[in-house]
């Protein structure tokens, strides 16, 4: 008998009877002998529909009291998605108890809207999981050690799952999304694209990160330390498949390394919308300088992707960096206010038509030549690259945004992605 944790994504839990499909899937599990653990997101669209009603009766700022309550509303999804997931598997002849964040308790610190799980105590699940229940645990949310509820910004229940798997070392963490698992880039843009039926932790990172949207990139991270077998799949599959063919499904997130993985020398393309290019103009070229710009910056919890300083010329240098793009306007306004006067108020420009494209693959650590064939690709369509990121499994590109699918095409067609493993 394994214990196992599946989450479901809002689109899983969109309605009623998207809940009461989950909730015989889960039930067959429970059936074979697994001890089941479930951490559900909110129903598709209700964390934004809160968050909405928030900005109606005040518009969106800073201050950490504002911050904690929309933590306190944007919880409410997740419980009551796990209420009902319970009510349903209860429905089902199940016995099943649902617990939020708090009660469990996954403890947080205190950064509101974006909080970072610290631990877990894992005793009263599986209290219940030894009296035969399962159990069902909010995703996205945690406490701090104030007692206040906390949440771990967006996709955040995908991470909840891993941590939870990692508390209760479970035998495998399944991801049920609406994708039927990891594909060479996403299908939307090039139909023929391919799914992966395995994918290397590092790989998988960098595609979080880089702008995958099939897995948040902390839930990854949680994956990759405490080494939680991970595998992502479909939960529109008729939900009485058999066990054994849906356990083998979706694409595996694996922590080795085989021949076979080896063979590819760029698994995919990821790519992201969302981000913001800003560029402060003719600084002074002196030891430190990065830090007086991106200090504050980070101060703010803002995020800076790619970074780009460039060679010196009269004692001056241009310095240019990406942001989320939601967080464009704030490091904006940050730098004009706090960042800029004390540099003499330099020149600062933004753009917020960019966008990101990365080739990703562990065989890129032993073949020479496949950035430049990236290069030569885009070159060839006539795609000005703005910025460049290189690691040893990764090269990325700024682009102008509208040039966007074009590139991944030219890419996926460049590296025959769309061929099939061996």
């Known amino acids: 008998m394994a214990l196992i944790v599946h989450k479901y994504g809002g689109t899983s839990m969109g309605s009623t009877e998207r809940i009461r499909l989950v909730a015989k899937r889960v039930a067959k599990w429970a059936r074979a002998g697994h001890q089941m653990v479930v951490v559900p997101s909110a129903m598709s669209g209700e964390t934004n529909r809160l968050l909405g009603l928030a900005k109606e009766l005040s518009p969106k700022h800073e201050d950490s009291a504002?911050?904690?309550?929309?933590?306190?509303?944007?919880?409410?999804?997740?419980?009551?998605?796990?209420?009902?997931?319970?009510?349903?598997?209860?429905?089902?002849?199940?016995?099943?108890?649902?617990?939020?964040?708090?009660?469990?308790?996954?403890?947080?610190?205190?950064?509101?809207?974006?909080?970072?799980?610290?631990?877990?105590?894992?005793?009263?699940?599986?209290?219940?999981?030894?009296?035969?229940?399962?159990?069902?645990?909010?995703?996205?949310?945690?406490?701090?050690?104030?007692?206040?509820?906390?949440?771990?910004?967006?996709?955040?229940?995908?991470?909840?799952?891993?941590?939870?798997?990692?508390a209760l070392k479970a035998h495998e963490c399944l991801i049920f999304t609406d994708v039927d698992g990891v594909y060479t880039t996403d299908p939307r843009v090039v139909p023929e694209a391919r799914r992966l039926k395995t994918v290397s932790f590092e790989e998988m990172l960098e595609m979080a990160s880089l702008g995958s949207k099939v897995l948040q990139i902390r839930s990854v991270e949680f994956a990759g330390k405490y080494k939680v077998p991970l595998r992502v799949l479909s939960s529109f599959t008729e939900w009485d498949i058999d066990i054994y063919e849906e356990a083998q499904s979706g694409t595996l997130i694996t922590f080795e390394e085989d021949e076979q993985m080896e063979q590819a020398i760029v698994s995919g393309i990821a790519f992201n919308r969302d981000e913001a290019k800003i560029s402060v103009m003719s600084v002074p070229d002196k030891p430190g300088i990065a830090y007086q710009i991106l200090g504050a910056?980070?101060?703010?919890?803002?995020?800076?992707?790619?970074?780009?300083?460039?060679?010196?010329?009269?004692?001056?240098?241009?310095?240019?960096?990406?942001?989320?793009?939601?967080?464009?306007?704030?490091?904006?306004?940050?730098?004009?206010?706090?960042?800029?006067?004390?540099l003499g108020d330099p020149d600062v420009s933004g753009d917020t038509k960019i966008c990101k494209v990365s080739i990703i693959g562990i065989g890129m650590r032993s073949h020479v030549g496949v950035a430049s064939k990236m290069f030569r690709s885009l070159s060839e369509e006539g795609i000005n690259i703005q910025m460049i990121s290189t690691s040893e499994i990764k090269t990325s590109v700024v682009i102008d945004e509208k040039y966007m699918e074009l590139a991944v095409r030219a890419l996926h067609k460049a590296f025959d992605l769309e061929q099939n493993q061996a």
């Open 66 to 166: 504002y911050q904690r309550e929309l933590d306190m509303l944007a919880s409410t999804g997740e419980q009551a998605s796990s209420a009902l997931l319970a009510i349903a598997l209860q429905a089902e002849g199940m016995e099943a108890v649902s617990y939020a964040g708090w009660q469990v308790p996954i403890r947080t610190n205190s950064a509101f809207t974006k909080a970072r799980i610290e631990s877990i105590d894992d005793e009263c699940v599986r209290q219940e999981l030894q009296a035969g229940r399962v159990v069902i645990i909010t995703g996205f949310q945690g406490v701090d050690e104030n007692n206040n509820i906390t949440t771990l910004g967006r996709g955040g229940s995908d991470t909840s799952a891993v941590a939870v798997a990692a």
């Open 297 to 342: 910056v980070a101060q703010a919890n803002i995020e800076v992707d790619m970074i780009i300083q460039n060679i010196s010329k009269d004692g001056k240098t241009d310095f240019s960096f990406t942001v989320h793009r939601n967080d464009y306007s704030r490091a904006m306004d940050l730098l004009k206010a706090k960042v800029l006067p004390a």
